[in-house]
């Protein structure tokens, strides 16, 4: 048994996810998104290799959408239209509500802004939807008899899901991006703790280093200087304790940027953070609350966006907002309108067409996809200081905040707004997240002055700045990931390879897991679990579950037990109870396999049971008996010419605890027991199990009958070896 | 596996209780209160005078002389909740879990959780558990009125309760309060921190999510189409799965469709949707009402129709009544008895009122409206197809919320609230609770309308409207009783079982004269009737083991030639987690030689034993053993090559008995060649 992962997209690079995974002859494709960065064939995932025929409904038993972004959902119009797939698709209730959204909207820039053929219609992109199948979360959706998956809250962007697959016995974790801390508008990823063949898991590129890279506006003499003066303002508003952690949390991070930043901030808040407490507790710090603090740089992060914002509307400047028509632009408008609502400020933040006040009402239906915190307010939604945004608003004077799409600045209106304002020295263009390598975006990030666009120059002048948080996970949200889920292997998709190699190592060598991270259009075959079905009888599990207690003296090596003062004579007993299931699988003709407890098979069988035993009556010189044990006997013992059986059995007791170290020795008065062994005293003259002759003769001969099964012979010869001296050469 | 059913129910606000106990543990079906019991006392006398007077003259008054039942007969007190009484018979701290079926089903809870020793775990799918709290809240909220009019209650239990005035109650009503065999009535209102408390113990679930309970259930709730949230359960265990049927609707206009695609395949059915029998009557027409044939020509029209478009048209018909009343200058009054019903009412009657352009004001007077309403625009997980092609369109899910803000809806939680005030103008529609006419708003709007004759007062046909008026009469405003499917029609349960499939159902005791199964072979057919328990066989007759692959491929199969049978000794760890049972390999494998005793059958032959045994280099003699009387086929080889030692062969043992071990190991293996054994 064993799983196929196909890596269609997405494999050591970022962009266009796909994933097509056989599991026992299921076939399931996770994601089918596009690569943002191209225009030619390799904008899709190279679908041909699915099936050369191109029978894609006999090919694969249904798509699994993780989120709305355009490389995970991008290619799906083209490949259920124009490809001609027409089997299910599973997608979360607010991926499929929103996904038609994002599609339309870049295929509108496409064509709006490119000129180009449009690879699908708006109408493509209906039909596609009437295609899918919504799932809630938790929600275990049977796709036919042998499939089932299930999606779990991923956090990211609303809607965003882990999804499990189960085939048979093997399953399997697709993630999609997740985060692994909450943040403003949703919270952590939550997955159970499943068994797993496979966690094909998304490694993202922008970890938590590139958090904190911030281009910076010409203002501002160094880096250290910008930063200060942000975190200046930042403290301002917050707790002394909560700088503390964040400071201490700079610090601990490898980058040298950091370690000078840090340094910055020190020197400037003396107060705060001294130098002696900080090196006796840096430490502790690191270790203790390291989880604790990446949700505190992503609250003091969106801290910085605000400020920067105001900052700039206040000096009668203009903010220009690029984002993708859903999630980034709804996240951060609830940080603005709050904030604006408390610090009762006046000036509009403006939608512009493409984004949409629209997407607010989806926003609301979906509430309970959010965090616990925006849900428990019911109107987190309803923005009071957002309004539409016109074009004739554009050269108006004053002072505004506007978000357009699209993101990234490709083209459309953003672009156009960007054209406008970029040349003031007042104005702000916040760009939130990542921009890939091409676009305009990308060019002001990486600090460009002049842009030129379409043969004209623009002289940007307006400051520029990164927004820092990126809701994507790092690398120790995967590592927490990985090793909660224990998967027996890991796949990484969703990174660059340089990066993704690292990671690989970690997993490999921390936590002990097989990894690997193909390229695009290569194949990984891991093996799976699968189990050997059987019924099981009553008597059987009974039998399973029933104690197995077994004492044993404390050796040498347990010597060390804490609070066990334990005095000579009175040995701390151990009590182990590993339970074993035994029992005995029958298989009969034509019948399924069936596990039973042995006495069950007897009487299927309907034999009776015939044991083997053995039986010695063992020889014991009782002076020498005697002797062993003289330190406690006084000589009035030696009433032993008429053997009293009880005295005799305890005698052989003491002897034998002292030469034996393992099984448990029951003295029964009249006999004595170590597991099957049994031994009592015999007085019979003739004994048919007195094999050894001419000891009869010894005067101060005892004889011990004993019996034991074959299970135990090895312990049985050992304790008649012992009695008959033969072991040991006394003095 | 036992089941008892504890109390059959009635209608929709009124679910039916069970426990099963399945695996060991006792699995309690629903806690729903009886409200219909709230009849019996008097809604909230319009001024103190009049209660104090009627409390003095009472015992004077009251005969054991039957006659007509007034108003003065009820009870004048804060009301007392009837819950389950044959709950009471179990031991609380018995109940391991509890699973609840609708908002209805959870009424009771408080009641439950607050009683000593629950300990009990509580499923609710999530929709279920929200609006039931609200429900609750509601209900708190509304005793509240009466707790202020009459004072905290006396500490040795209510006057009323004590057993002379239950004496002196009218027969109607002590069979109400009492049951049919004279026992209590539930207990006095919770309060809210008792809700607070019942909630903090639910864990919530989503329609198909799997929950796990002590590792050996697996619980899963799946749409019922009843209300929102509602819910039939399967339990899946490694012996079989078992569904619960509450409830059901095949097309609801607002909750997501019955679910019966995942009850398919079940073993068991327990068959618990009751509703069935009391819908053949359908919808009757209390005498109060003026047009009764146009109702009935209605009906039969429809008889035939599609279910769905069935309770769309009995909306429109509440509809054009209302519209009809407004008209002519009257108010309506609707009690909001299902929360899906009340959604629909007010998009249907704010289409109705568009198309005639009235412009009649809509008021929804409750404690917990507002906050239902908004949640309900968030579930689209809950909701029925058509309604969640509203999220997928980016419309609001209920036209509710636009109605809103259009002002054409308005939203107060109280009668006396001073928007609500300001606001007033009549004629208007009154949504408000409660429908059993003693709690909340509705009581002061019916004493202000129930001498107009223009005015309507909308019921279910589940109250007893005579009585649930009484306290009101003289009443001259018109009373529409309608009925909406509280479950399944009977027609449908044998094709739906068809589909199904399972081995066994339970059904009421009552049906067995209304749904024959004699043509039926593919399962078998149990009834069950209130109060009495029935032992259920086991579904299988073993349980599912998974034996890991790396103890399979170790298996040593031995070939039983006389029984065609191939057997093998198994030896791991067993593991029972999320319903399975899982072998799987012994953390240290050190001790894989056989440490328990080989089991051996068969009779030994003594010939075949010296064969053996020469084979081996053994050589001895048999001796017929005299000794031992009983076992007559007994016999002992005696060897003297190449050691002495003796083999005692019986007929169920043999004791082989020799000095040195490696002659005895050498013996065993002579023995086992001839003895069948693993």
Same mark, same amino acid.
């Given at each position: 048994m064993a799983i196929d992962c196909l890596v269609l997209g997405a494999g050591q690079e970022v962009g266009k996810s796909c994933v097509v995974v056989t599991i026992n002859g299921k076939r399931i494709m996770f994601d089918c998104g596009m690569h943002m960065a191209y225009n030619d064939h390799r904008q899709y995932p190279d679908f041909s290799r699915i099936s050369k025929s191109c029978d894609f409904n006999n090919a694969i038993d249904c798509i699994v959408i993780t989120h709305f972004h355009l490389d995970h959902i991008g290619a799906l119009p083209y490949f259920t239209e124009i490809c001609g797939y027409n089997g299910p698709i599973y997608m979360t209730y607010p991926t499929r509500a929103l996904a038609p959204i994002m599609l339309e909207d870049y295929r509108k820039v496409l064509v709006d802004r490119r000129g180009e053929v449009e690879q699908f219609t708006s109408d493509h992109i209906a039909e596609c939807m009437k295609k899918v199948i919504a799932v809630d979360l938790k929600q275990t959706v049977q796709v036919d008899k042998d499939l089932q998956i299930r999606?779990?809250?991923?956090?990211?962007?609303?809607?965003?899901?882990?999804?499990?697959?189960?085939?048979?016995?093997?399953?399997?974790?697709?993630?999609?991006?997740?985060?692994?801390?909450?943040?403003?508008?949703?919270?952590?990823? #939550?997955?159970? #703790?499943?068994?797993?063949? =496979?966690?094909?898991?998304?490694?993202?590129?922008? *970890?938590?280093?590139?958090?904190?890279?911030?281009?910076?506006?010409?203002?501002? %003499?160094?880096?250290?200087?910008? #930063? %200060?003066?942000?975190?200046?303002?930042?403290?301002?508003?917050?707790?002394?304790?909560?700088?503390?952690?964040?400071?201490?949390?700079?610090?601990?991070l490898p980058c040298p940027e950091m370690e000078a930043l840090a340094f910055g901030l020190r020197s400037t808040y003396a107060t705060t953070v001294r130098d002696s407490k900080y090196a006796r507790e840096r430490e502790f710090l690191k270790a203790a609350a390291s989880s604790v603090l990446h949700t505190a740089v992503a609250s003091i992060l969106s801290f910085v966006v605000i400020i920067v914002v105001h900052k700039c509307v206040a000096g009668g400047g203009k903010v220009l907002i690029p984002a993708f028509a859903l999630g980034r632009a709804q996240e951060l408008c609830i940080l603005l309108d709050d904030y604006w609502e408390r610090m009762n400020l006046r000036v509009p933040i403006y939608f512009s067409a493409g984004l949409t006040i629209q997407a607010n009402m989806y926003y609301k239906m979906l509430i309970s996809w959010t965090s616990q915190k925006v849900k428990e307010t019911y109107n987190a939604f309803d923005f009071k200081n957002v309004h539409n945004f016109d074009r004739s608003l554009i050269d108006a004077p004053g002072p505004c905040v506007l978000f357009a799409t699209p993101g990234m600045l490709t083209g459309g209106f953003s672009l156009e707004v960007f054209k406008h304002w970029a040349p003031s020295e007042m104005n702000l263009i916040t760009l939130p997240g990542y921009c890939l390598a091409g676009t305009i975006g990308n060019k002001l990030m990486s600090g460009n002055p002049t842009i030129e666009l379409e043969g004209t120059k623009i002289d940007v002048r307006c400051q520029i700045h990164q927004l820092a948080f990126s809701p994507h996970t790092d *690398?120790?949200?995967?590592?927490?990931?990985? @090793?909660?889920?224990?998967?027996?292997?890991?796949?990484?998709?969703?990174?660059? @390879?340089?990066?993704?190699?690292?990671?690989?190592?970690?997993?490999?060598?921390? =936590? *002990?897991?097989?990894?690997?991270?193909?390229?695009?259009?290569?194949?990984?075959?891991?093996?799976?679990?699968?189990?050997? @079905?059987? *019924?099981?009888?009553?008597?059987?599990?009974?039998?399973? =579950?029933?104690?197995?207690?077994?004492?044993?003296?404390?050796?040498?090596?347990?010597?060390?037990?804490?609070?066990? @003062?334990?005095t000579e004579g009175t040995l701390p007993l151990w009590i182990k109870d590993e339970r074993v299931a035994e029992g005995i699988l029958v298989l009969e003709k034509s019948e399924k396999a069936k596990v039973v407890h042995q006495d069950e098979l007897l009487l299927m069988l309907g034999e009776k049971r015939h044991e083997v035993q053995f039986a010695y009556c063992c020889p014991v010189n009782v002076d020498e008996l005697e002797k062993f044990t003289t330190t406690s006997l006084t000589p009035t013992a030696r009433m032993l010419r008429d053997p009293n059986k009880s005295s005799l059995i305890r005698l052989l007791v003491a002897k034998l605890s002292r030469k034996l170290s393992e099984g448990n020795i029951q003295d029964f008065g009249e006999h004595l027991q170590v597991e099957s062994f049994h031994l009592s005293v015999c007085l019979k003259d003739t004994c048919p199990y007195r094999i050894t002759n001419g000891l009869e003769d010894k005067p101060r001969t005892a004889f011990f009958c004993c019996t034991w099964s074959a299970a135990d012979d090895k312990l049985a010869r050992k304790i008649i070896s012992a009695m008959e001296n033969r072991d040991l050469v006394e003095t | 596996m036992k089941f008892t059913c504890l109390c059959q129910g009635g209608g929709f606000n009124f679910p039916p209780c069970h426990i099963l106990n399945v695996s060991g543990f006792h699995v309690l079906f629903d806690c729903p209160l009886d409200l219909s019991a709230l009849t019996v006392f008097s809604p909230l006398p319009n001024d103190f005078y009049k209660a104090i007077c009627k409390e003095n003259s009472d015992s004077q008054n009251r005969q054991k002389v039957e006659k007509p039942l007034d108003a003065n007969d009820l009870i004048f007190a804060e009301p007392w909740y009837k819950t389950v009484n044959n709950l009471h018979l179990w031991n609380v701290s018995f109940i391991d879990v509890v699973l609840i079926s609708s908002p209805m089903g959870m009424l009771g809870l408080p009641f439950l959780t607050r009683m000593e020793g629950f300990s009990a775990k509580i499923y609710i799918t999530e929709a279920a558990a929200r609006i039931g709290q609200l429900m609750m809240e509601e209900l708190i909220c509304m005793n509240m009125e009466?707790?202020?009019?009459?004072? $905290?209650?006396? +500490? &040795?239990?209510?006057?009323?309760?004590?057993?002379?005035?239950?004496?002196?109650?009218? +027969?109607?009503?002590?069979?109400?309060?009492?049951?049919?065999?004279? +026992?209590?009535?539930?207990?006095?209102?919770?309060?809210?921190?008792?809700?607070?408390?019942?909630?903090?113990?639910?864990?919530?679930?989503?329609?198909?999510?799997?929950?796990?309970?002590?590792?050996?259930?697996?619980?899963?709730?799946?749409?019922?189409?009843?209300?929102?949230? $509602?819910?039939?359960?399967?339990? &899946?265990? $490694?012996?079989?799965?078992? $569904?619960?049927?509450?409830? +059901?609707n095949f097309a609801s206009g607002h909750a997501m469709d019955f679910d019966y695609r995942a009850i398919q395949g079940s073993d068991l059915i327990l068959y618990s949707d009751l509703s069935s029998l009391d819908s053949t009557e359908d919808i009757d027409q209390s005498s109060f009402s003026d047009d009764n044939n146009n109702w009935e020509e209605l009906m039969n029209s429809l008889s035939n129709y599609d279910e769905s478009v069935e309770e769309m048209e009995k909306l429109a018909f509440i509809c054009s009544c209302a519209i009809d009343s407004v008209k002519a200058g009257g108010s309506v009054l609707i009690p909001i008895n299902r929360v899906g019903v009340f959604l629909q009412l007010l998009e249907q009657i704010a289409i109705f009122m568009e198309c005639s352009s009235l412009k009649i004001p809509i008021y929804i007077i409750s404690s917990v409206a507002e906050e239902l309403l908004a949640y309900t625009n968030t579930i689209p997980e809950w909701l029925c197809k058509q309604r969640q092609e509203k999220l997928f369109s980016g419309d609001p899910l209920f036209a509710h919320v636009k109605l809103i803000k259009e002002k054409k809806i308005h939203v107060f939680p109280a009668v006396h609230s001073p928007k609500l005030l300001m606001n007033w103008q009549e004629p208007c529609i009154v949504f408000s609770p409660h429908w059993s006419l003693r709690l909340g708003p509705t009581i002061h709007l019916l004493r202000r309308w129930s001498g107009d004759h223009n005015s309507l007062l909308v019921l279910e046909n589940e109250v007893d409207a005579e009585l649930a008026v009484l306290p009101f009469k003289p009443i001259s405003m018109k009373v529409l009783q309608c009925s909406f499917l509280s479950g399944k029609k009977l027609q449908k349960v044998q094709p739906l079982l068809k589909i199904l499939q399972p081995k066994l159902v339970l059904f009421p005791e009552e049906w067995r004269t209304h749904v024959s199964f004699s043509d039926v072979t593919s399962f078998s057919v149990s009834h069950y009737s209130e109060n009495e328990t029935i032992h259920i066989p086991s579904l299988k007759e073993s349980a599912e083991l998974e034996i890991a692959a790396d103890i399979a491929s170790k298996f040593q199969w031995r070939m039983l030639k006389q029984k065609k049978l191939n057997i093998t000794r198994l030896k791991g760890r067993l593991f029972v987690n999320h319903g399975k049972h899982q072998l799987l390999p012994e953390n240290e494998p050190g001790g894989s030689s056989q440490t328990r005793p080989f089991l051996h059958w068969g009779s030994p032959d003594p010939e075949n034993l010296l064969a053996e045994l020469s084979k081996m280099g053994i050589n001895g003699s048999v001796e017929r053993c005299m000794t031992d009387a009983e076992s007559e086929d007994g016999f002992t080889v005696k060897v003297q090559d190449p050691e002495k030692s003796m083999i005692e062969v019986r007929a169920a043992v043999t004791v082989i008995s020799a000095a040195d071990k490696n002659l005895a190991s050498r013996i065993v293996k002579a023995m086992e060649n001839i003895l069948e054994g693993i």
């Open positions: 999606a779990y809250y991923a956090g990211h962007v609303l809607g965003a899901a882990m999804f499990y697959a189960k085939v048979g016995d093997s399953a399997m974790v697709y993630t999609g991006d997740y985060n692994m801390t909450p943040d403003r508008h949703l919270g952590a990823a #939550r997955i159970d #703790r499943l068994q797993l063949d =496979l966690l094909i898991t998304d490694f993202d590129f922008h *970890g938590i280093c590139l958090v904190f890279q911030f281009t910076f506006c010409k203002c501002y %003499n160094s880096e250290i200087e910008y #930063r %200060n003066s942000l975190f200046i303002d930042y403290a301002a508003a917050v707790s002394d304790t909560v700088d503390y952690i964040i400071v201490s949390y700079l610090i601990s *690398g120790k949200g995967i590592m927490d990931l990985v @090793k909660f889920l224990s998967p027996q292997h890991v796949i990484l998709v969703h990174g660059e @390879k340089p990066k993704m190699a690292t990671l690989k190592e970690r997993i490999q060598s921390e =936590l *002990g897991i097989k990894c690997c991270d193909p390229a695009n259009n290569e194949s990984v075959c891991i093996p799976s679990t699968h189990y050997v @079905k059987a *019924g099981a009888s009553d008597a059987f599990i009974r039998s399973c =579950l029933n104690p197995n207690f077994q004492f044993l003296k404390s050796g040498s090596e347990e010597k060390s037990v804490s609070g066990s @003062k334990c | 009466y707790r202020q009019f009459y004072g $905290a209650e006396e +500490s &040795s239990g209510p006057q009323w309760m004590k057993w002379e005035e239950l004496e002196l109650l009218p +027969s109607a009503l002590r069979k109400i309060a009492l049951g049919e065999d004279g +026992s209590e009535l539930g207990g006095g209102c919770p309060c809210i921190a008792h809700v607070k408390d019942c909630i903090s113990k639910v864990q919530t679930l989503r329609f198909g999510e799997e929950a796990c309970y002590n590792g050996i259930l697996i619980i899963k709730a799946f749409s019922s189409g009843l209300d929102i949230g $509602a819910c039939n359960w399967i339990i &899946s265990g $490694a012996k079989g799965n078992i $569904a619960y049927i509450s409830g +059901s």
